[in-house]
């Protein structure tokens, strides 16, 4: 059974920082991509940043230079550290990843609120 969780959402002030991580089980950790999605109220769900089983990130434009996605493959956890935060990333944000037969596993989303 694969787990997806996310954590370590939160409310800060603009400029401050936040990490999240996100713990998936069930799959070789090692083999799958890992994406951060998020959705605001209002808006469809976008992609944040990925970072494949092979090491290869991609980010959206809007967050380039501010936020950061690693992976721990011994503890089978993804992290989107997140810097210089802006009211525009207030958002629900999700953990993703697929299994080699394509189906999709979300986490439960944890907020973020950027606000002065």
């Known amino acids: 059974q694969v787990q997806v969780t996310g954590s370590g959402g939160g409310t800060v002030q603009p400029g401050g920082s936040l990490r999240l991580s996100c713990t998936i089980s069930?799959?070789?950790?090692?083999?799958?991509?890992v994406d951060w999605y998020r959705q605001a109220p209002g808006k469809e769900r976008a992609l944040v940043a990925r970072i494949t089983s092979g090491g290869t990130i991609n980010y959206a434009e809007a967050v380039k230079d501010r936020f950061t996605i690693s992976r721990d493959n011994a503890k089978n956890t993804a992290f989107l550290q997140m810097n210089n935060l802006k009211p525009d990333d207030t958002a629900l944000y999700y953990c993703?990843?697929?299994?080699?037969?394509?189906?999709?596993?979300w986490g439960q989303g944890t907020q973020v609120t950027v606000s002065p």
């Open positions: 993703h990843t697929k299994n080699r037969a394509n189906i999709d596993f």
């Open positions: 069930g799959l070789i950790f090692s083999w799958v991509d």
